[in-house]
T-cell receptor, first 113, second 115 residues
Framework: AQSVSQHNHHVILSEAASLELGCNYS??????LFWYVQYPGQHLQLLLK??????LVKGIKGFEAEFIKSKFSFNLRKPSVQWSDTAEYFC???????????FGTGTRLTIIP | EAGVVQSPRYKIIEKKQPVAFWCNPI?????LYWYLQNLGQGPELLIR????????DSQLPKDRFSAERLKGVDSTLKIQPAELGDSAVYLC?????????????FGPGTRLTVL
């Protein structure tokens, strides 16, 4: 069964710092990859997704993620974070042809003004 | 466009009581999902509907949990009887079609506390 690991449980950064959140998955077949974000008091929303093509995908609010198949990774990055990026970030994966999304445990990001 | 609507937002019950959660997906979305999210964890799928058919309920604890999606629109998830360990957030999501690339839109969730 697919599993997703997010190694950073809580990350604290100052504004303008660069961000990288790790995500690794276990199954090596064809996968679709997602990053969801949950801002305080709000529901989960899609940040970006990868299906095929360019392994570097860009999402909303200046976020991007790079799919590295050989490392089973899909790390999330942002060059300069803002206080408004404080949220919980979830990586999710589904195997091609299977609707089931498997989520990681999430990374809580706190940005200090 | 209205998002996924869930009610109630919060529910506190005593153990062994029944409880039901309601979800109204985005209009036109054929696929509906119920997820369970425990504290400090990511969402875990309980059941997936395509229209009114439950196509994946392998993770649903059928001894106490049940779900229905009559007419392929609204859905209800029920727990009877509730146990202390059922305290969690129950999320509903919907997507337009059952393609694996389709974005799932999540509702705000129902936070259940079982005393």
């Amino acid at each position: 069964a697919q599993s997703v690991s997010q190694h950073n449980h809580h990350v604290i950064l100052s504004e303008a710092a660069s961000l990288e959140l790790g995500c690794n998955y276990s199954y090596g077949g064809t996968v679709n990859l997602f990053w969801y974000v949950q801002y305080p008091g709000q529901h989960l929303q899609l940040l970006l997704k990868y299906f095929s093509g360019d392994p570097l995908v860009k999402g909303i609010k200046g976020f991007e993620a790079e799919f590295i198949k050989s490392k089973f990774s899909f790390n999330l990055r942002k060059p300069s974070v803002q206080w408004s990026d404080t949220a919980e970030y979830f990586c999710a994966v589904n195997n091609f042809g299977n609707e089931k999304l498997t989520f990681g445990t999430g990374t809580r990001l706190t940005i200090i003004p | 466009e209205a998002g996924v609507v869930q009610s109630p937002r919060y529910k506190i019950i005593e153990k062994k009581q029944p409880v039901a959660f309601w979800c109204n997906p985005i209009s036109g979305h054929n696929t509906l999902y119920w997820y369970l999210q425990n504290l400090g964890q990511g969402p875990e799928l309980l059941i997936r509907y395509e229209n009114e058919e439950a196509v994946d309920d392998s993770q649903l604890p059928k001894d106490r949990f049940s779900a229905e999606r009559l007419k392929g629109v609204d859905s209800t998830l029920k727990i009877q009887p509730a146990e202390l360990g059922d305290s969690a957030v129950y999320l509903c999501a919907s997507s337009l079609d059952p393609g694996t690339g389709n974005e799932q839109f999540f509702g705000p969730g129902t936070r259940l506390t079982v005393l």
